[in-house]
């Protein structure tokens, strides 16, 4: 008998727990969210640099729309295995909003912590770091960290990584492996940006991010199963990543000066990311839904 909506709600997700169940943990279903979100990225962002003398405006558009491909490939995967019901059942899980206000703090400033640190030690060291761009624009620097939420990575991946692929993976393999394998997958899907130019990945070097981002893989997985399955903590951690750097100049520059303090700050997610690998139990809630 073909279940209807109600069982394919039950089939698909529930919203007491962070862990997709049924048709939508398929490892195909997996694979094929990996696929969408991979041609999506890539189609878009092979095609900006092509379009950029002509067009410009065209190819900064094709590079953001790009950075949406894991969250719109985990929309359709939900939609086409749950349908509509699925899909709201799906959103209200990620969306889970209490979670407790030390959970989002967390999430905001610990990248700048690290960041600090990062360039606190370089400086020690004999270094010197270069003028934050955000001296003496506060009100510029407020609003680069809207406009990283809404366009610069968080809404256009975290549903498709956090949100879809890393629960499926973790009910098979627990988290600590689902969380280094997504964070290889995470930075192999960055890959086309450094052959761009103008990105942040273009004058990175590609061993230091991979191993930047699988360390953040980790991160994001333990503060993910800490807060019940809620998205919204680890879309403030990816905005906070993402634009801290603004204020506090730890990145490389475009002519490839200032490498100590991003291998500094790498080195610091590195050492936390193991941590919390090495703790003597799984992440609270792995699996059960339950708030600590």
């Known amino acids: 008998m073909t279940p209807g909506p109600s069982e394919a709600l039950g089939n698909v997700m529930t919203a007491e727990t962070p862990v997709p169940r049924g048709q939508a943990g398929h490892p195909a279903s997996l694979f094929a969210c990996f696929m969408l979100a991979c041609a999506w990225a890539g189609s878009c962002w092979l095609l900006s640099p092509l379009l950029k003398a002509g067009t410009p405006m065209v190819a900064t558009a094709l590079v953001l729309i790009g950075g949406f491909g894991p969250s719109l490939a985990a929309v359709a995967v939900v939609t086409h295995q749950g349908g509509w019901v699925g899909l709201r059942c799906w959103l209200k899980r990620c969306l889970q909003w ?64 956090r949100g879809y692929a890393g629960p499926v993976m973790q009910r098979r393999w ?53 807060t019940g399955g809620s998205v919204l903590p680890v879309l403030m951690l990816h905005t906070a990543v993402n634009a801290w750097p603004l204020v506090i100049p730890v990145m490389v520059m475009p002519d490839g000066s200032n490498l100590r303090p991003f291998q500094l700050m790498v080195g610091i997610l590195v050492f936390t990311a193991l941590l919390l690998l090495l703790r003597g139990g799984p992440a609270p809630n792995e699996g059960t839904g339950r708030r600590p």
């Open 98 to 161: 209490r979670v407790g206000w030390r959970w989002i703090a967390l999430a905001f400033f610990f990248p700048a912590a690290c960041m600090a640190l990062a360039g606190w030690a370089h400086v020690a060291l004999g270094g010197t770091l270069p003028d934050s761009p955000a001296s003496g624009h506060v009100a510029l620097a407020a609003a680069n960290f809207i406009l990283v939420f809404l366009v610069g990575g968080p809404l256009g991946e975290e549903f498709g990584w």
């Open 174 to 226: 627990g988290w600590r492996v689902s969380s280094l394998v997504l964070g290889g997958v995470w930075a192999l899907w960055h890959l086309p940006l450094f052959y761009s130019v103008d990105t942040a990945q273009s004058h990175l070097p590609m061993g230091w991010y991979a191993l930047s981002v699988i360390a953040s893989s980790v991160l994001f997985s333990w503060l993910y199963n800490r």
